[in-house]
Each structure stands twice: as structure tokens, then as C-alpha cells.
């Protein structure tokens, strides 16, 4: 993980990604699922479930019940967790629960049931990491030229980062889903996917690769929703800083180096606004001269 992600990225991911399953079915992810009416908050009272969330709770449309979960690795005690937490959710909501658990990464094989008896519980595996990203991304590129990408191909944008790739690199994958997001009809739907997109890219990518894509498409709003929501460390010390670190990433990997006085002029600045304009400098400036001579413009 990049070391300017804040520890609490991933329940920021959840957050903008949970925004892009409403109103949709979950088609992107191979499975048949009627369409999400809503999102459900996912704590629960009991003490010995606080201590261990969970990642999507969703009402569908004919009334049941789907529990959503992204792991990046196989771990036989969490079926037990997802276990408990299900016979938790029947119990208060007392409504039919289906489970599914997406499996990033290499991850290719998995359990999915627990037999205990009288009890006996099945969840449905999906592997994103086998499903083909390229041909994925043909599709939406051409759909993309067609001019038929609509709001609801946001969540498929997203979980585009996440599948295999041969034909590109992983960082060539992410910055064909930006440009993909930047063609969305909407604003709304446009800055939530890309800030998805960046999320869950960042378990995949160096420091340096993530900066670089401040360089890719129109992505400042993402970035901005990422810094206001504490995303880049230095919120304890304000804003301001986590726009300061964008601007210095974005630097950093457009050109071979960034002279220490430079850095420092970058890191001194607090106006929100000035660092804004600073960034789309550093986004669309032809050399880093061209930057230093716009600082004041």
C-alpha cells in the first residue's frame, strides 16, 4: 500500500463504492441478483460482532437480504465471522440472507460452506482476479467511442481495476478505468468513480505509480473528495497538507526530480485555493520550469 494512503482508506473505498451498487444489480460481478434498493447500515448491538465489520449489507429489490464481502486472501475463520454475522442480520431483520464473497487478487479457489451438524451454511464465491480485465475494457473503450457509457457502468468501471490482466500493465489497467470514469454522463456518478477506482487500485500499485495517476484524465475532484475525507495523511494538520502532498506526488512522477527549495515552497503553502491551482499546474504544466513560472500567475 502506498505510504500517503491514510490507514483509513479502505473504509473510505467502501464508502464511494457502496454509492455505485444503489439502484443497480450486481451483473458486473457474475451474479444474478435483482437490483439494490438501498444500502443498510452494517453495525450491529451485539459486542461480539462490533468488533469485526463487515463490508456491504444491501436491501434488493424483491426484499431479501445481500451480505457483500472483498477479500484479498483465504481465511477459513471468516466464514465462521460471516456466519454469525448473518444469523445476526435474519434475526433482526428476519428476512432471507444471501452471502457473497469476492476474491481478489490470485486467489482462485476457496471454501465456501461450514457443515456443523444441524447447521449448515453456504456462501457464493466469485474470483475477480480470473475474470478477464482486458476484454472488460475493450468493451467499455468501445463503448466509450460509441458514446454509450451511462451512469450505471460506473460499478463495472471500478471492479475493472480488480480482474486479470495480460495484454497491459496493471497501472496501464487503472488509467484506462480513470478515462473510462471521466467519460460517465454525471459529475456525481464521474467523481465516485474515480475515487473508487483509485481505492481500490492502491492495493496494487507503488507510491510513486498512485501519484502518477494524478496525471490521468481529469481527476483533481476525486482527489479532492479523497483529501477532504482524510484519504492522504496529514488531515490532523489540515487540509491544506493533504493537498500539498497531491501536488508534490503529481510532481514527482511527470519529472525526474523536484529541487528541495521547490518541495519546500509546495509544503509552506496553506490556501486551499492557491494549492488547488497548484495542481492542475503540476497535472498539465510541459516542464517543471513551465510550473515554477505559473506558481505566481
Request: hydrophobic share 45%.
Amino acid at each position: 500500500m502506498p505510504s500517503d494512503v491514510a490507514p483509513q482508506a479502505h473504509d473510505i473505498v467502501l464508502k464511494h463504492l457502496s454509492q455505485l451498487f444503489v439502484g443497480r444489480t450486481l451483473e458486473p460481478l457474475g451474479l444474478d441478483t435483482p437490483v439494490v434498493s438501498a444500502a443498510v447500515p452494517t453495525e450491529l448491538p451485539e459486542v461480539s460482532v462490533r468488533a469485526h465489520t463487515v463490508d456491504y449489507l444491501f436491501e434488493l429489490a424483491d426484499g431479501t437480504m445481500l451480505h457483500l464481502e472483498f477479500q484479498s486472501g483465504r481465511h477459513a475463520a471468516e466464514l465462521i465471522r460471516f456466519l454469525v454475522y448473518d444469523a445476526l442480520v435474519f434475526q433482526r431483520h428476519r428476512r432471507q440472507v444471501r452471502t457473497a464473497v469476492v476474491y481478489t487478487g490470485r486467489v482462485r479457489r476457496a471454501d465456501d460452506r461450514v457443515a456443523a451438524g444441524s447447521l449448515q451454511y453456504q456462501v457464493e464465491n466469485v474470483y475477480l482476479g480470473a475474470m478477464d480485465g482486458d476484454a472488460a475494457l475493450a468493451d467499455l473503450e468501445r463503448r466509450r467511442r460509441e458514446g454509450a457509457l451511462w451512469r450505471e457502468d460506473a460499478l463495472a468501471i471500478a471492479l475493472t481495476v480488480l480482474k486479470r490482466f495480460t495484454g497491459r500493465t496493471r497501472l496501464e489497467a487503472v488509467g484506462a478505468a480513470m478515462h473510462m470514469a471521466a467519460a460517465l454522463p454525471d459529475e456525481q456518478s464521474r467523481t465516485e468513480c474515480q475515487a473508487s477506482v483509485l481505492g481500490l487500485a492502491q492495493q496494487y500499485l507503488s507510491q510513486s505509480q498512485f501519484g502518477a495517476l494524478a496525471g490521468v484524465g481529469d481527476v483533481s475532484k476525486a482527489l479532492d473528495r479523497m483529501i477532504e475525507e482524510g484519504w492522504i495523511r496529514g488531515r490532523a494538520e489540515g487540509k491544506a497538507e493533504g493537498k500539498a502532498e497531491a501536488v508534490l506526488l503529481a510532481l514527482r512522477e511527470r519529472f525526474d526530480s523536484v529541487p528541495a527549495p521547490l518541495v519546500a515552497r509546495v509544503s509552506r503553502q496553506r490556501d486551499g485555493d492557491v494549492l488547488e491551482r497548484w495542481l492542475a499546474l503540476a497535472i498539465k504544466a510541459p516542464s517543471l520550469q513551465a510550473f515554477e513560472r505559473g506558481l505566481d500567475g
